[in-house]
């Protein structure tokens, strides 16, 4: 299968009806401040149809920010996918995600700035050491990084 760039009028594309893709209030907002920051960096996908298969939250709040008539590029299969492959392609194109170098991220970036950009307090739980988790010797516990084992 091969994709192809075209574009689209925002307005003329279809959500999906089985997209399982949620977003909490701070995850919404977090992509309505980088889409006014940087635009649409990211090419949504949809089927030949015009029936959306990548970009729905992206394509919402465009839409939500008065951008509806706003013609975009969009990415689009040289042949109609089935509704199984719809269905498989709306899940992995947002469960196949990187896992995050929370040392780095903990270390080499301003954890202020990491909120702004959408990271939660919870997500830098691990990082966090109170008293009770000290050695008695004023030294820190070694840590253990949840979702990639690194330990520091």
């Given at each position: 299968?091969?994709?192809?760039?075209?574009?689209?009028?925002?307005?003329?594309?279809?959500?999906?009806?089985?997209?399982?893709?949620?977003?909490?209030?701070?995850?919404?907002?977090?992509?309505?401040?980088?889409?006014?920051?940087?635009?649409?960096?990211?090419?949504?996908?949809?089927?030949?149809?015009?029936?959306?298969?990548?970009?729905?939250?992206?394509?919402?709040?465009?839409?939500?920010?008065?951008?509806?008539?706003?013609?975009?590029?969009?990415?689009?299969?040289?042949?109609?996918?089935?509704?199984?492959?719809?269905?498989?392609?709306?899940?992995?194109?947002?469960?196949?995600?990187?896992?995050?170098?929370?040392?780095?991220?903990?270390?080499?970036?301003?954890?202020?700035?990491?909120?702004?950009?959408?990271?939660?307090?919870?997500?830098?739980?691990?990082?966090l050491i109170d008293e009770?988790?000290?050695?008695?010797?004023?030294?820190?516990?070694?840590?253990?990084?949840?979702?990639?084992?690194?330990k520091f």
């Amino acid at each position: 299968m091969n994709w192809n760039t075209e574009q689209r009028k925002i307005s003329d594309l279809i959500r999906h009806e089985t997209n399982p893709r949620q977003m909490s209030d701070e995850q919404n907002q977090a992509l309505t401040e980088s889409l006014k920051r940087f635009n649409l960096a990211e090419i949504p996908a949809i089927n030949t149809n015009n029936k959306i298969l990548a970009g729905h939250q992206r394509l919402r709040v465009l839409s939500e920010l008065g951008r509806g008539q706003d013609v975009i590029d969009v990415r689009v299969p040289d042949r109609e996918l089935t509704a199984d492959e719809e269905k498989e392609y709306l899940v992995r194109s947002n469960k196949n995600v990187g896992s995050w170098d929370w040392d780095l991220l903990g270390n080499d970036y301003d954890l202020d700035q990491l909120s702004e950009w959408g990271f939660s307090d919870k997500d830098f739980d691990f990082l966090l050491i109170d008293e009770e988790e000290t050695t008695g010797t004023g030294a820190k516990k070694e840590c253990q990084c949840p979702e990639c084992g690194h330990k520091f």
